[in-house]
């Protein structure tokens, strides 16, 4: 089944770039949305099963994946009413589907990788795949997101193939040339700790460029900012999950030999910096693409907290990243409309949403109010158990910070969104504002309210994947 | 003679820094395939024929050949200044690339490892910054692409250290470097060259926050 997935997705992706038809450009899509969906279903059935060697079906795999079927779904149909409103040339809409589709087929194979490298040439799909929605507007500033993105993807790519090198020289050491995880795991006390260090270092700089953490954020920025909005969910949400599992499953690793606390500091350093940098950022930015884009980044190294912290910050992490992707993508999703009310990006040109679109000016607020954690939302409950992780684990400076920057990033956020939905801008011609059917913003409404029933009364078969997905890391 | 090779590249790195025309860069990109070529058919004794006759054929038909002579055309259809335009002195660059071959050869002699060629430690690492520091200290946009071409051949060296006991690694990395280049140099920089007029990183500033 792995394999009729993974060749089916890429003979869709295929036909759709090939194909110029309409109507078979939907069929197509259609079926992609059918496939991905039977495909999870199969992994949740074939569960703790290895598929074609290198795919593994375990926990941490299954519920991302999991994630990203479910906001595959409306991202397919939000993509829909894209292309559909924007009298796209058939050709560019060929493309952007064909990338979507070979992007979600590569997120989902890279999630369920059980080998380095396998993940690795995953990542280096979703690269060429992402680079495509980017590009999708063919203007300048486009290009120049697109340009930023490859080459620095690219650098980090590179960096991930010099750490499975020092890896793999450590792993020599151990009498042994299997890369895999379970593998590196058996071997863990032999592996020479100073390669792994080296390793750990290179791997986990190259995947910060996917999960959106200091040092290779910047491309990430520009190109959720250039992608088309449903495009940009994705990127925002399960691409920055690609790279998270790509740092867990080799921490897990590391965090078994006598490099955990090394480890956990490089971590600290990294998710610290993040944070600050999405503050700082976050008090200047205008344009709300970028800021979602920040905030990501923000929340990206509250999870990395967690995970470095220990003890249940373990548990909040895997929590959080989920929450996050469904939150986040909803935000994305709306973004659109918000763009067809007042045909701007910048938080300076728009204002009063509530009178225009109330049921999609209600996603933004439960947006704004999960993405900065207050309750309800589901966020709260992990970047609670997070914060306590950190005082448990006596890192009580770096709290204190860190509870301070968020405070300026609440300030911020709300200072802008609370403007945009309740603030009346001068100069806005209504009689040019559409009517927008609220019906467009139910599949946001849907990932909000999942993102707060899982957070607040999670199902018992979610917490224990995630109690399982952490079983490997030492308490 | 594999030593005597590998020190031809990293005095080919010496060179590129004081060079003055984007010319001079894509010959020694040339230069240090070929170089990869004879490493690579004097260390790999023990993988399988194909596999090697496979990644010869890459370093000199990809690396030596194709990607200089595409380098050298899109150098010629996008007009681009022969000057390299660098932000530093090449003096300094001079310097500053001695220090990076300095200090990786001190780190590698702080290393216990029976199972390395400390060589091929030295000239991947050197070759790694120096292409780091070609990126970050050079105006146009085609030095950046050949400073990680410069990377890729530095990854590709240290791939060839551990070529004999995984030669997939050795695969993998030649995928990575025919992956990369053909979509960064292919699909980007012809188009970079069609949008904006000068190819100059100054160019690339419009993506702003406010």
């Known amino acids: 089944m792995t394999a009729i997935y993974f060749i089916a997705a890429f003979v869709i992706a295929g036909l759709l770039f090939a194909n110029r038809n309409e109507k078979v450009n939907y069929i197509l899509v259609i079926l992609f949305g059918l496939l991905q969906t039977g495909f999870t279903l199969f992994a949740c059935y074939s569960y703790k099963n290895t598929a074609l060697e290198y795919f593994t079906f375990d926990s941490l795999g299954l519920l991302l994946l999991i994630t990203l079927s479910i906001i595959t779904l409306p991202a397919l149909f939000h993509s829909y009413l894209y292309i559909k409103r924007h009298n796209e040339t ?93 593998n590196l795991m058996t071997y863990r006390d032999q592996l020479n700790p100073f390669w792994l260090r080296l390793a750990f270092l290179f791997i986990f700089t190259g995947f910060t460029a996917k999960l959106g953490l200091v040092p290779m ?41 006598s490099l955990f606390h090394w480890a956990n500091l490089i971590i600290f350093i990294a998710a610290s910096l993040s944070i600050f940098v999405a503050t700082v950022y976050m008090t200047k930015v205008t344009n709300i693409k970028r800021m979602f884009a920040y905030s990501g980044i923000e ?58 679109n109330p049921a999609g000016a209600i996603v933004l607020l439960l947006g704004f109010i999960s993405a900065t954690a207050m309750p309800p939302s589901g966020l709260f409950v992990s970047e609670f158990l997070i914060f306590r992780s950190l005082f448990e684990g006596n890192h009580i400076i770096l709290l204190v910070v860190v509870l301070l920057l968020l405070t300026i990033v609440i300030w911020a956020f709300g200072k802008n969104i609370l403007k945009m939905l309740f603030l009346p801008v001068a100069g806005i011609d209504e009689t040019k504002i559409p009517k927008i059917s609220p019906w467009e913003s139910v599949t946001q409404y849907a990932l909000m309210f999942t993102a707060i029933w899982l957070g607040l009364n999670p199902p018992t078969v979610f917490v224990e994947l995630i109690k399982d997905a952490i079983k490997i890391l030492p308490n | 003679m594999t030593n005597v090779l590998l020190i031809i590249f990293i005095i080919s790195l010496l060179y590129v820094s004081i060079a003055n025309r984007i010319v001079t860069y894509v010959r020694v990109l040339s230069l240090q395939g070929f170089i990869l070529f004879g490493v690579t058919f004097l260390q790999l004794q023990d993988i399988q024929t194909w596999n090697l006759v496979l990644i010869l054929l890459e370093t000199i038909i990809f690396k030596a050949i194709a990607v200089p002579v595409f380098l050298g055309y899109l150098i010629k259809r996008n007009k681009i200044t022969r000057e390299t335009e660098p932000y530093l002195p090449h003096f300094i660059s001079l310097i500053i690339i001695t220090m990076i071959v300095v200090i990786t050869v001190l780190l590698a002699n702080s290393i216990q490892d029976t199972k390395l060629d400390k060589i091929f430690f030295i ?66 920089l012809n188009k970079i060259g069609d949008v904006f007029k000068d190819v100059d990183v100054d160019q690339l500033s419009n993506l702003k926050d406010y």
């Open chain 2, 123 to 188: 000239v991947s690492l050197s070759t790694l910054f120096t292409g780091l520091y070609f990126i970050a200290s050079r105006k146009k946009i085609i030095t950046h692409v050949m400073g990680y071409l410069m990377i890729e051949n530095g990854v590709f060296v240290l791939s060839l250290a551990v070529g004999n006991e995984m030669p997939n690694l050795v695969n993998l990395g030649i995928m990575l470097d025919v992956f990369a280049s053909v979509l960064i140099l292919g699909i980007f």
């Open chain 1, 299 to 356: 929340h990206m190294g509250i999870v990395m907290l967690g995970l470095a912290a220990g003890g249940v910050g373990y548990y909040a992490a895997i929590l959080h990243i989920v929450l996050h992707a469904f939150v986040k993508s909803g935000l994305f999703f709306q973004f659109n409309q918000l763009y067809r009310t007042f045909q701007s990006k910048s938080i300076l040109h728009v204002g009063n949403y509530f009178k225009y």
């Open chain 1, 90 to 182: 058939p050709q560019s809409r060929a493309i952007y589907f064909a990338a979507m589709v070979l992007l979600i087929a590569s997120i989902t194979m890279a999630y369920l990788a059980n080998h380095i490298a396998v993940i690795w040439i995953f990542t280096e799909l979703t690269t060429l795949s992402a680079s495509m929605l980017i590009y999708h507007h063919r203007n300048k500033l486009a290009l120049e997101g697109t340009w930023k993105y490859v080459f620095i993807c690219a650098i980090s790519i590179t960096f991930v193939f010099i750490g499975i090198l020092f890896l793999s020289l450590s792993l020599q050491h151990a009498g042994s040339s299997d890369l895999s995880f379970s």
């Open chain 1, 217 to 257: 954020y910047t491309a990430g920025i520009d190109a959720k900012d250039k992608a088309p909005a449903p495009a940009g969910a994705l990127l925002a949400s399960v691409l920055m999950n690609l790279g998270f599992v790509g740092i867990f499953r080799f921490y897990a690793i590391v965090a078994n030999t």
